[in-house]
């Protein structure tokens, strides 16, 4: 214990200075009810509004999904022409990069090697 807790305790004893009455909270909930006043609960309707600003952004979100959709497929639609012609180049230089690949391959030339041949200059 603290001093002051004993200094307490000695000057004052154990014993608690207030008292709660005999059978207080025995009736306490029904004396507090009855000091409430009454009132009426007011009724209030659950029915929804749906307003006009709610249709309008679901419009406006709308429009929008169809617009940005519209230019999507037409960028889409674009660049598949664009890269037709660049296709059949790819194609070709494809059929070159065979033959590079079986030179190394005959050669023994791995990436290193080629990496450092190129650094070189």
């Known amino acids: 214990m603290d001093r002051e807790e004993l200094f307490l305790k000695q000057k004052f004893g154990n014993e608690r200075p207030f008292r709660v009455p005999e059978g207080y909270f025995d009736s306490f909930a029904d004396n507090l009810m009855k000091e409430l006043p009454e009132r009426e609960a007011k009724v209030v309707p659950m029915r929804r509004r749906l307003s006009w ?5 679901v419009a406006v979100a709308a429009c929008l ?3 940005l959709l519209n230019v999507g497929t037409t960028y889409f639609n ?17 059929a070159s990069n065979e033959a590079f690949d079986q030179m ?13 041949y190129v650094s070189d200059y």
């Open 104 to 116: 190394a391959d005959y050669a023994m030339i791995d990436v290193s090697d080629m990496y450092a």
């Open 78 to 94: 674009h660049e598949q022409q664009a890269q037709q012609p660049l296709a059949a180049s790819v194609q070709s230089a494809a």
């Open 65 to 67: 999904g169809v617009v």
């Open 53 to 57: 600003r709610k249709f309008a952004t």
